[in-house]
């Protein structure tokens, strides 16, 4: 009886949308994530909203948050299972154990690398805009964000296909709970963080997209195809800024 229970929650997960991704361990640690970043979310958009005196020092609240995610996160223990061995390091293909030397020799060029290739795609976004007749409200809210993401894109694409699905999963997972509190936690100190029509509907339709894929984690849901659909939510947030900007 146990078995079929299990079997029968196997094809309840996998379909439709293909097989889920990862097992019930997986989920838990990726809708832990999200649960973290969610509320840091809803606060940071709620101080958007209003103005008082003291809320630039708030963004430091947002580095403290995310040193307590960072150091429970160490302090776990738990590094998600085995994802196959390391490939050997570039700058010394042939050695068992690299030297610290060439792994941060290494680590320092990938993201010098990193830098330079998203200052680029920037700048030539802001030439790209105006020629496509885009403004650079619709540049910045559309366009812009892609080159933040192109890291974790690549990274997840390689993971995936090494098939280390885990490893891209936890990698976007982590990635977004940095970008609500690091950057929202420079932009309460040194910008007015006033938020207008179109960064409030972009903030509604991202924790839209997060309760979605936090609910489908909690229920073992999460398949290729409902991972998939979450690109739904960033052709509502273009559709509805048409009328936010027009």
Same mark, same amino acid.
């Given at each position: 009886?146990?078995?079929?229970?299990?079997?029968?929650?196997?094809?309840?997960?996998?379909?439709?949308?293909?097989?889920?991704?990862?097992?019930?361990?997986?989920?838990?640690?990726?809708?832990?994530?999200? !649960? #973290?970043?969610?509320?840091?979310?809803?606060?940071?958009?709620?101080?958007?909203?209003? @103005?008082?005196?003291?809320?630039? /020092?708030?963004?430091?609240?947002?580095?403290?948050?995310? @040193? /307590?995610?960072?150091?429970?996160?160490?302090?776990?223990?738990? =590094?998600?299972?085995?994802?196959?061995?390391?490939?050997?390091?570039?700058? *010394?293909?042939?050695?068992?154990?690299?030297?610290? #030397?060439?792994?941060? %020799?290494? +680590?320092? &060029?990938?993201?010098?690398?990193?830098?330079?290739? !998203?200052?680029?795609?920037?700048?030539?976004? =802001?030439?790209?805009?105006?020629?496509?007749?885009?403004?650079?409200?619709?540049?910045?809210?559309?366009?812009?964000? /892609?080159? +933040?993401?192109?890291?974790?894109?690549?990274? @997840?694409?390689?993971?995936?296909?090494?098939?280390?699905?885990?490893?891209?999963?936890?990698?976007?997972?982590?990635?977004?709970?940095? *970008?609500?509190? /690091?950057?929202?936690?420079?932009?309460? %100190?040194?910008?007015? #963080?006033?938020?207008?029509?179109? %960064?409030? #509907?972009?903030?509604?339709?991202?924790?839209?997209?997060?309760?979605?894929? %936090?609910?489908?984690?909690? &229920?073992?849901?999460? +398949?290729?195809?409902?991972?998939?659909?979450?690109?739904?939510?960033?052709?509502?947030?273009?559709?509805?800024?048409?009328?936010?900007?027009?």
């Amino acid at each position: 009886m146990l078995l079929l229970e299990r079997r029968r929650h196997r094809e309840r997960s996998a379909a439709p949308g293909g097989r889920a991704l990862g097992d019930e361990q997986d989920m838990r640690r990726l809708a832990k994530d999200q !649960s #973290w970043f969610l509320p840091v979310f809803a606060v940071k958009i709620a101080l958007g909203l209003v @103005a008082f005196a003291v809320k630039p /020092v708030l963004g430091l609240l947002f580095f403290a948050v995310y @040193a /307590v995610y960072f150091w429970r996160e160490i302090r776990s223990g738990d =590094d998600g299972g085995d994802d196959g061995e390391l490939e050997p390091l570039k700058l *010394q293909p042939s050695a068992a154990t690299p030297a610290t #030397w060439a792994v941060v %020799l290494q +680590t320092l &060029a990938a993201v010098a690398v990193i830098f330079g290739a !998203s200052q680029l795609f920037v700048r030539q976004l =802001d030439a790209i805009g105006p020629m496509l007749g885009l403004s650079s409200a619709v540049t910045a809210l559309l366009l812009s964000p /892609v080159a +933040t993401e192109l890291p974790e894109i690549m990274n @997840a694409v390689i993971w995936v296909r090494q098939g280390k699905t885990r490893l891209a999963l936890a990698n976007i997972s982590g990635a977004m709970m940095i *970008q609500a509190t /690091v950057p929202s936690g420079l932009g309460l %100190l040194f910008t007015d #963080w006033e938020f207008d029509g179109a %960064l409030l #509907w972009a903030g509604l339709v991202t924790m839209a997209a997060v309760v979605y894929l %936090l609910l489908t984690m909690r &229920a073992h849901r999460l +398949t290729p195809g409902r991972l998939a659909f979450a690109a739904f939510f960033y052709l509502v947030f273009a559709v509805g800024l048409v009328p936010i900007l027009g």
